[in-house]
T-cell receptor
Framework: GNSVTQMEGPVTLSEEAFLTINCTYT??????LFWYVQYPGEGLQLLLK?????DKGSNKGFEATYRKETTSFHLEKGSVQVSDSAVYFC???????????????FGQGTILTVHP | KAGVTQTPRYLIKTRGQQVTLSCSPI?????VSWYQQTPGQGLQFLFE???????NKGNFPGRFSGRQFSNSRSEMNVSTLELGDSALYLC????????????FGPGTRLTVL
């Protein structure tokens, strides 16, 4: 079946540091890939997405490139802020049909803490 | 547009009781998916509904069920609650499921005592 693996957390950084959170996936078809962020006590917010190989998703300074050859979708940000402290989830959506409808497969989440 | 709303936000129940959670999708979205989030198991897919039909189901016991109404609002029900059902239940809506982007509600925090 499909699976998503994220780097172990927690990740602790100082403000303005560079962020990378690794994400690799296993899928049988051509999935869409997503990064979601969850702030304490809230649901998940879409951060960015990519729907095909070599696509780059970007939002709020975060970027991730869909690498089919390495089955990866690593999240990066050049300069993190305290307000970026949250839990980040990598996810894939397989597509239409059978056991794929409406199903996101998530990684285990990476806790990010940014200190002033 | 209003986002996905879920009610109630918090629930406390005792073992053996049943509970119903509600989800109102973004206007125009016809697909609603439900997820369970726990510290140990992470985010797990429960089921998905589209046009009042369940199209997909995750690996959960039959105590977990759901339905969708003609206005796309969805409910999920858990019968005979167990302590392990304590979790954050999230619903997400999308235009038509498949690979459409899913937008999540704030969740319902269920505590089973």
């Amino acid at each position: 079946g499909n699976s998503v693996t994220q780097m172990e957390g927690p990740v602790t950084l100082s403000e303005e540091a560079f962020l990378t959170i690794n994400c690799t996936y296993t899928a049988t078809g051509y999935p869409s890939l997503f990064w979601y962020v969850q702030y304490p006590g809230e649901g998940l917010q879409l951060l960015l997405k990519a729907t095909k190989a070599d696509d780059k998703g970007s939002n709020k300074g975060f970027e991730a490139t869909y690498r089919k050859e390495t089955t990866s979708f690593h999240l990066e940000k050049g300069s993190v802020q305290v307000s970026d402290s949250a839990v980040y989830f990598c996810a894939l959506s397989e597509g239409a049909g059978g056991t794929s409808y409406g199903k996101l497969t998530f990684g285990q989440g990476t806790i990010l803490t940014v200190h002033p | 547009k209003a986002g996905v709303t879920q009610t109630p936000r918090y629930l406390i129940k005792t073992r053996g009781q049943q509970v119903t959670l509600s989800c109102s999708p973004i206007s125009g979205h016809r697909s609603v998916s439900w997820y369970q989030q726990t510290p140990g198991q992470g985010l797990q897919f429960l089921f998905e509904y589209f046009s009042e039909t369940q199209r997909n189901k995750g690996n959960f016991p039959g105590r977990f069920s759901g339905r969708q109404f003609s206005n796309s609002r969805s409910e999920m029900n858990v019968s005979t609650l167990e302590l392990g059902d304590s979790a954050l239940y999230l619903c997400a809506s999308s235009l038509a499921g498949a690979q459409d982007t899913q937008y999540f509600g704030p969740g319902t925090r269920l505590t089973v005592l």
